[in-house]
């Protein structure tokens, strides 16, 4: 099977983005997994050469000839950002713009089928906005640029334990009135088709309770009894593996033992904190529910250890390898969906 044709964008510059791109390049294994396409301005990727001491070999390329020639990288430059208007371990709006550019240009290579999936390395939210970022976060800007009108949210995976989640980036307080049984049947959808996508014929899922103790009979509210219960048998008479509401507290326990894939959560940080907690180095984010695999490590762009050259690449690599299986296994399971 022929490798999978990706785009690697740096993030936000000031950040430890460019110093991951160095460090995963730098390991000749990468080009062996991927045709790589790097999209960026060539003083961002020096910068992260500078700071971590990795360097890798680029070659400038035309991405509508056939750019996987190029190798061992092909690199498409552009022209974001001044390196004087890096602030390395600083929030500035050039950085955001920068980042804001790159992504679009990859999109754009999406669209037209240059390239299969895309890996990016951390984005700063703040810089983004300062950019113009009109969308909540990254996701969001995505799928609208890429036309996409269904049901979207971010997947995490750590280890082969997935989460996806009924709620995201939402107040804590508004989570209770935001849970719905459509909002979770969307998410047991989402991470059951992206699985299949990933390899796993049939996906085995559980899912979160809201409350303590799974609401203790009604005890401590009703949401699992009125919503989450009614979602879980309606995907469940759909013939999904699927079962719940577990207890968040030990559902974590049962995918740490491999009796299942996937936990679908309730809210952000149910799920956030359990799989940081058993590996935040590495932790992947998948943009669940776009039309091409999109991946990104799990972290942020650390800009208490920014130009150390310092940053720990494992998650990079996992967002790497991640990217490379789904972007394989979309080509096989191409029109394969459980909606």
């Not at 000839?65 to 050039?94: H, K, L, N, Q």
């Not at 956030?272 to 984010?285: E, H, N, P, T, W």
Request: net charge negative; aromatic share 6%.
């Amino acid at each position: 099977m022929r490798k999978p044709k990706l785009a690697l964008i740096p993030g936000d510059p000031s950040g430890i983005g460019p110093e991951l791109v160095a460090k995963l390049l730098s390991n000749p294994e990468s080009a062996e997994k991927a045709d790589i396409l790097v999209i960026g301005d060539s003083h961002v990727f020096e910068l992260g050469e500078e700071q971590s001491g990795a360097a890798f070999a680029k070659v400038a390329c035309d991405p509508t000839s056939d750019w996987t020639r190029a190798g061992p990288y092909a690199w498409y430059e552009t022209d974001t950002i001044d390196r004087d208007d890096i602030a390395v371990a600083r929030v500035r709006r050039a950085s955001g713009a920068c980042a804001l550019n790159c992504l679009s240009t990859a999109l754009d290579f999406l669209k037209d089928g240059i390239v299969e999936g895309l890996l990016f390395a951390p984005f700063n939210k703040e810089a983004l906005h300062l950019a113009g970022l009109g969308h909540n976060d990254e996701l969001h800007f995505i799928a609208d640029y890429l036309g996409v009108e269904n049901y979207i949210s971010e997947v995490n995976a750590m280890d082969g334990i997935w989460t996806s989640r009924a709620t995201s980036h939402i107040a804590l307080r508004d989570v209770a009135d935001t849970v719905s049984e459509d909002r979770i049947c969307e998410a047991v959808l989402l991470i059951h088709d992206l699985l299949r996508r990933s390899g796993i014929k049939r996906p085995r899922i559980s899912v979160a309770a809201l409350n303590p103790h799974a609401g203790d009979g009604g005890n401590f509210g009703r949401e699992e009894i009125e919503v989450i219960r009614p979602a879980v048998e309606k995907m469940a008479a759909r013939q999904l593996a699927v079962d719940g509401p577990w207890p968040s507290d030990t559902v974590f326990l049962k995918a740490k033992a491999g009796e299942i894939d996937a936990v679908v959560t309730m809210y952000h940080d149910q799920g956030q904190i359990a799989l940081k907690l058993m590996g935040f180095d590495r932790g992947v984010s998948v943009l669940g529910g776009l039309p091409v695999p999109v991946a990104t490590p799990a972290h942020g762009t650390a800009f208490d250890i920014a130009g150390k050259g310092v940053a720990d690449v494992k998650a990079m690599c996992a967002a790497f390898g991640t990217v490379c299986e789904m972007a394989g296994n979309w080509r096989k399971a191409d029109g394969v969906t459980t909606r």
